[in-house]
């Protein structure tokens, strides 16, 4: 989620902790932060740095949970088309410093008592956001029910594949994974999130349901879910682009 706006008088200081390579396009950035930064999960940050001899901006979603105190995690997707990201895939090392929100920011955001069964619908990078939502779902929320249907083009570029196939474990999570191209060593579903698939989840339809992706897969999704009698109310969207 690129931002092309003034650089915030208020970002504060955070040190790269940790970098992982999680997919062959996707990179982990640990960020040590401060012991009082708050945020509700699902929610993104700015992350500020300087390249060619200017200050650049870009927004990420964060994929940790407010459990973990004193570090946030992104997961982000290498792109030639933006410096912050390239700096995060291509110059950053740990121990170096970036500016970022003082706080999570957006109204995409889920915690306990807001329902008591979600769907979370995402595809490629833009299921990061539900990730954090479903992270903390599983870590501090066993009374809600929780489903995740995330679409992505092949089976290497699964986010976190292995954790949540453990969530999806859990009584109340089931995790619906669909891969795009054919690939030898998927058996799971295959294409994109359509309205065959939702339709033969039985999805609830008293659910709050939260998709996130780019204008035309929020349209898509939007329209499919209205197909399906949910009413509007029951909609959370965030558009990236």
């Not at 706006?5 to 640990?30: F, G, H, N, W, Y």
């Not at 700015?46 to 901006?57: F, M, N």
């Not at 699964?158 to 859990?170: H, V």
Request: aromatic share 8%; net charge negative; charged share 25%.
């Amino acid at each position: 989620m690129n931002h092309a706006v003034t650089i915030p008088p208020d970002l504060v200081t955070a040190t790269i902790a940790e970098i992982r390579q999680v997919t062959p396009r996707i990179k982990s950035v640990r960020l040590a932060v401060d012991e009082g930064f708050r945020y509700r999960p699902g929610q993104w940050i700015d992350v500020a740095v300087d390249s060619d001899g200017e200050t650049v901006l870009a927004g990420y979603s964060i994929v940790s949970t407010p459990t973990t105190r004193g570090f946030i995690e992104l997961a982000v997707k290498a792109t030639r088309e933006h410096p912050v990201t390239r700096y995060l895939h291509e110059r950053a090392r740990v121990g170096d410093t970036v500016r970022i929100s003082p706080a999570g920011q957006g109204d995409f955001w889920f915690e306990a008592g807001m329902a008591d069964k979600v769907v979370l619908l995402g595809a490629g990078i833009g299921v990061t956001p539900l990730i954090g939502i479903l992270r903390s779902i599983h870590e501090q929320m066993p009374d809600v029910q929780a489903t995740l249907i995330y679409s992505v083009t092949e089976s290497s570029e699964i986010l976190f594949r292995d954790e949540l196939e453990c969530m999806g474990l859990a009584p109340n999570i089931r995790c619906v994974i669909t891969v795009t191209r054919d690939a030898e060593d998927w058996r799971g579903h295959t294409g994109r999130i359509s309205h065959d698939l939702l339709r033969s989840m039985s999805l609830p339809p008293d659910a709050l349901y939260y998709y996130c992706g780019s204008r035309d897969f929020i349209e898509d999704m939007t329209v499919m879910l209205e197909e399906l009698g949910i009413a509007d109310d029951r909609l959370v969207f965030e558009k990236w682009w």
